[in-house]
């Protein structure tokens, strides 16, 4: 498959994908393409928020309420942990305890600890606990496994 990228000044992003035929590569990006025009819907400041999943840093759920954390947000999900993984259910997010997924390309350092549990640090700065009954699937998954 040949690729072409083309930076532009002005305007908005587009991408466009020409094939014959469709195989594993052409499905692919296909997955790609659906998957970052999905939105997400949650409650922040008393307002209705849409948000792309690819801006969650973490999930995480405290006292019966799930959060979904980005940036610049703190957003409360009208779903279970369970459902937002399942809807998530990608490369990108991992279940690091039994109430936190967090977005495996946001993490920027990983240090491990005591217990074989390992300290994830976010592109935010935020320090993740990625517990030791989750420690050694997140190292598999690290390594491509």
């Known amino acids: 498959m040949r690729y072409t990228i083309n930076q532009i000044i002005e305007g908005e992003d587009e991408l466009i994908l020409n094939y014959q035929q469709i195989n594993s590569e052409v499905e692919a990006v296909l997955v790609f393409m659906e998957k970052h025009q999905k939105k997400l819907m949650g409650k922040s400041n008393g307002e209705t928020v849409l948000f792309s999943p690819q801006e969650i840093?973490?999930?995480?759920?405290?006292?019966?309420?799930?959060?979904?954390?980005?940036?610049?947000?703190?957003?409360?999900?009208?779903?279970?942990?369970?459902?937002?993984?399942?809807?998530?259910?990608?490369?990108?997010?991992?279940?690091?305890?039994?109430s936190m997924i967090i977005n495996?390309?946001?993490?920027?350092r990983l240090k491990s600890m005591a217990s074989n549990r390992i300290d994830a640090t976010l592109v935010s700065g935020e320090h993740i606990i990625?517990?030791?009954?989750?420690?050694?699937?997140?190292?598999?998954?690290?390594?491509?496994?």
């Open 104 to 108: 495996v390309y946001k993490v920027e």
């Open 57 to 98: 840093l973490y999930v995480e759920k405290v006292d019966d309420r799930t959060f979904v954390y980005t940036a610049d947000k703190e957003i409360q999900m009208d779903m279970s942990l369970y459902s937002i993984e399942l809807l998530l259910n990608d490369e990108h997010y991992f279940r690091c305890s039994k």
């Open 130 to 145: 990625i517990s030791r009954t989750y420690a050694s699937d997140f190292r598999k998954l690290l390594r491509g496994e």
